[in-house]
């Protein structure tokens, strides 16, 4: 029952529907391993299932993205040529880790609703049905949460 949620969000991430059913596949036979060899305590299935889908889908990506890198850097004649020099991102990894130490001062629902709302892009009803909550109360807590990430980051 929780398959068609997870391949949606998959699908979402990879941008291919046969890929996410076999992204969802893999988390769920990791889970299901996990629990055979450890047996776990786990108190919210669905959060853990989406954190395993969401661990795959990354895996996924990361495989797939430098694949697409050399296919753009070929020329015509079929050699890759590399780039002349590395871009600059430092201002991007800083921008990375205000947000990083801003959402972990957020109180733990407020930064469970942001990260699965604009991380994860789940509808509020998918993320709703994960955190166990009311749609309502999904909104009201990525509301909180994105004014004081505002907040924070603007004093930042």
Known sequence: D???????YAARKV???????????????????????DSPE???LDAYLLTATCNEVNRELRSVIPDRQRL??????????LPSQRPDVSAQVADALAVRAALAELPPREREAVVMRLQWQLS??????????SSGAVKRYTADGLRRLRERLAAA
């Open 124 to 133: 509020v009803a998918e993320a709703a049905e994960v955190m166990h909550l």
């Open 42 to 44: 786990i108190s919210n």
């Open 2 to 8: 929780r398959m068609p949620m997870l391949v949606r």
């Open 15 to 37: 941008g291919d529907h046969g890929r996410a059913e076999d992204v969802v596949q893999r988390a769920f036979e990791k889970v299901l391993r996990r629990q055979r060899q």
């Open 72 to 81: 753009v850097a070929e020329d015509d004649s079929g050699h890759a040529e």
